[in-house]
């Protein structure tokens, strides 16, 4: 199977969540976080074969569908070892390979708490399905996590190849921008980003996969580096920041309450 025969596409599922599938010519495909059990369902139904299930973590919108969906076909069900992740055939933690044998493919499992504490991501392909980790031009609320957690999550993923698609699991990327534009107000190249984003939403297309050089260079929670930065982070939080773990959870704690 020749690498440019896969193709990965996201499917827009409830109001702002995606399901990525990556497939072949035949059309054998990897499901990841199938929250919507229908929507697969109906791809089924168009020819898809689904020969592995990835799920990244146990919040209802990503893994709503599994439970119908393992119904009608008996893919191997990858997941994180939680209980609120009820249905899997294989449980993965970090740094596990998972091959695929139908694409050829080899996947690298990271453990990527913070979201959540079991949260992982996939790694295969030149391609990271992580969930809902790192967003393009943010990240994830710490809903169960820590910011050192989550700072040590996104450091492991910085260190993957430049080029690396990104493939997150909301289109939240224009909401993130007005944030990562008040977080770094001099960036000419998040300017340019936001404003290719813009065209492509504008034509009713998915920002995603973003790239991982793009995010290096333009999402402020993976540039807690900025030492120029802190002193208007510090100032907007209310957090003393002298280095970057604090830098990382000011910027943190003002996304959360940050209102335009
Ligand atoms: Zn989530």
Not at 85 to 98: G, L, M, Y
Request: charged share 20%.
């Amino acid at each position: 199977m020749l690498a440019d025969a896969i193709q990965c596409e996201a499917l827009p599922e409830f109001e702002d969540n995606y399901l990525w599938v990556m497939s072949n010519s035949l059309r054998q495909a990897i499901i990841v976080d199938p929250g919507d059990a229908q929507l697969v369902l109906e791809q089924i139904k168009g020819g898809l074969k689904p020969v592995a299930i990835f799920v990244t973590h146990h919040h209802a919108d990503h893994i709503g569908g599994i439970a119908e969906l393992a119904k009608h076909c008996n893919a191997p069900i990858y997941a994180p070892l939680d209980e609120r992740i009820p249905i899997a055939t294989h449980r993965v933690s970090h740094d596990q390979q998972i091959f695929v044998p139908e694409l050829d493919l080899q996947f690298r499992v990271m453990a990527v708490p913070g979201h959540t504490r079991s949260h992982v991501a996939y790694y295969g392909a030149g391609h990271l399905f992580c969930g809902d980790t790192l967003f393009s031009l943010g990240c994830g609320r710490l809903f169960e996590g820590s910011p050192e957690q989550m700072l040590h999550s996104l450091d492991v993923i910085s260190t993957l190849p430049a080029e690396t698609r990104i493939c997150c699991s909301h289109e939240y990327t224009l909401a993130n921008a007005r944030f990562a534009e008040a977080a770094e107000p001099d960036n000419p190249e998040r300017d340019s980003l936001i404003l290719r984003i813009r065209e492509k939403r504008a034509q009713n297309q998915s920002s995603l996969p973003s790239r991982l050089d793009i995010e290096l260079a333009c999402n402020p929670f993976l540039r807690s580096d900025q030492t120029r930065l802190w002193p208007l982070w510090s100032r907007e939080s209310g957090h003393m920041i002298q280095n970057r773990l604090q830098a990382f959870t000011a910027l943190r704690a003002w996304k959360d309450n940050f209102r335009l």
